[in-house]
Structures are given as structure tokens and as C-alpha cells.
């Protein structure tokens, strides 16, 4: 069936980099785009970036411009979210979700079940 | 940046009542890209309507959205015991192209 999987929790320190993965499948990976969101602790949805996963083209919520990168490998459909100089307050589920399409509407269909990063001294 | 405020910010009601969510945009949104979304603790958000007012597959009728321009309302008819949750607006469009609501809250009264 249509899922994407997320690697696996992570606890950084300060100023460290986590790179988390999603790995898509039942169906045409380079045929969607991907989109990163995050959600911390108690708070709400927090849109980061995206990545048009046919050509690479990515955009990123200026918030986190030169903080984020996302990339993708299209031989194993799989998605990357980076994010450097952490600091305590990027404690948070990272989800990845498929930017769905039809008859010309958009929306994010298939999400991952997210990726608990925790940064702590 | 296109700012959806959602309200009330919890809502409480019983199984049976009818819920009445609002998500306001700060200026114009195409219908065509507004999302509703439903995130149970501990899980990952579900895509619940898209274009203001279509369902998503499998969900139930008794979920339906309306609206445009800047006034949205997700209503749901008669409330299940699985619909206490979080519901959240999102829309498409401008700069950044992805914002989400604040969310409401859907409380068991």
C-alpha cells in the first residue's frame, strides 16, 4: 500500500545536525512532491520546506532558510530532511507527508508517523 | 504570509451535538487549496477535506467544509466518539506556499 517510513528517533546536543529520512513506497516516488512539517511539544503544525521529488527543486519556510535541507535519492524513493545548529527549542515530531494531487487540488495525503528529535545537553 | 485562525481555540461537546469549526484566512485563499486535517494523540495528521469541501477517501459524510475567500467552516453532523481530536486548517498559495491554523481542540463534554 501507499506509506512512507521515517527513520527512527534521535537525541543531538546543541548546535549539532540531525538528518532524518523518509522512505516511500506503493508508489511513483518521483511523481509526488514531499513536504517536511514538524509539530513541537503540545504545539501546533510548522510547515519547513519541500522538495519537488522529480527534480530536486526544493523551497524552504523562511524561518529555517539556511538551517534546513532537504534532498532526495530516487533510486531508493526516499526523502531527506536536514537541520543544523540545533537548539533546544527543535524538540519536536518531524513528519514527512506526500503532497497528493487530483483534478487540480493539492494536499498533503500520505503522511509518515513522525520522527522524534530531542535536543538536550 | 497568509495567517488561518481557527476558533474557538476547544470545543467541547457531546456524542450526537453537531460541531461548527471555523478557520479564518487573513486575506483571500482559493478554495481550491484549502485542507482540513484531524491529528489523534500520538499519531499523525489526517487528511479530512481538501478543496474547502470535498472528503477525503474513507471519511464518513458526517464530515463536510464550506466556504471561500476568507471563511471557512469545517462542520461535522452528528460527533462520534472518534472525533475528539485535534482539527487543523491548512492552506496553499503565496509566501511561504504552506500555512496551517492554530488548530481547534474537540473536547468530549
Known amino acids: ?121 | 504570509e497568509v495567517v488561518l485562525t481557527q476558533s474557538p481555540g476547544t470545543l467541547s461537546l457531546s456524542p450526537g451535538e453537531r460541531a461548527t469549526l471555523s478557520c479564518r484566512a487573513s486575506q483571500s485563499v482559493s478554495s481550491t487549496y484549502l485542507t482540513w486535517y484531524q491529528q489523534k494523540p500520538g499519531q499523525a495528521p489526517r487528511l479530512l477535506i481538501y478543496g474547502a469541501s470535498n472528503r477525503a477517501t474513507g471519511i464518513p459524510d458526517r464530515f463536510s467544509g464550506s466556504g471561500s475567500g476568507t471563511d471557512f467552516t469545517l462542520t461535522i453532523s452528528r460527533l462520534e466518539p472518534e472525533d475528539f481530536a485535534l482539527y487543523y486548517c491548512q492552506q496553499y498559495g503565496g509566501s511561504p506556499p504552506i500555512t496551517f491554523g492554530q488548530g481547534t481542540r474537540l473536547d468530549i463534554k
Open chain 1, 1 to 121: 500500500q501507499v506509506q512512507v517510513v521515517q527513520s527512527g528517533a534521535e537525541v543531538k546536543k546543541p548546535g549539532a545536525s540531525v538528518k532524518v529520512s523518509c522512505q516511500a513506497s506503493g508508489y511513483t516516488f518521483t511523481s509526488y512532491a514531499m513536504h517536511w512539517v514538524r509539530q513541537a511539544p503540545g504545539q501546533g503544525l510548522e510547515w519547513m520546506g519541500w522538495i519537488n521529488a522529480d527534480n530536486g527543486n526544493t523551497k524552504y519556510s523562511q524561518k529555517f532558510q539556511g538551517r534546513v535541507t532537504i534532498t532526495r535519492d530516487t533510486s531508493a524513493s526516499t526523502a531527506y530532511m536536514e537541520l543544523s545548529s540545533l537548539r533546544f527549542e527543535d524538540t519536536a515530531v518531524y513528519y514527512c507527508a506526500r503532497w497528493g494531487k487530483s483534478n487540480g487540488y493539492y494536499y498533503m495525503d500520505v503522511w509518515g508517523k513522525g520522527t522524534a528529535v530531542t535536543v538536550s545537553s
